[in-house]
């Protein structure tokens, strides 16, 4: 008989966005910048980096266009830090 063994679930101790703000620095891109390019304003671009705001499909998708980030990663890091960290 098979033993099976129990394997520890791992999960995303950060947020999709932890990841875009590791990213703007190497592309020398401000906050005011990158909200001007998603077209979304410089507060709620502030409220995503600071984890007041969940990220949308429309800014995943908008993310990955401008620095390459995979959109599908993105929604699936974001949705997992919710779920175990709200």
């Not at 990158?34 to 800014?59: E, F, M, R, V, Y």
């Amino acid at each position: 008989m098979l033993r099976r063994v129990e394997l520890p679930h791992y999960y995303h101790e950060t947020a999709a966005v932890d990841s875009l703000h590791d990213v703007l620095p190497f592309y020398q891109i401000s906050a005011e910048k990158i909200a001007q390019q998603l077209g979304i304003s410089t507060p709620q671009i502030l409220k995503l980096l600071a984890h007041k705001n969940c990220l949308t499909t429309k800014d995943a998708q908008q993310i990955e266009n401008m620095c390459g980030m995979s959109a599908d990663l993105l929604l699936k890091i974001d949705a997992d830090y919710q779920r175990n960290y709200s």
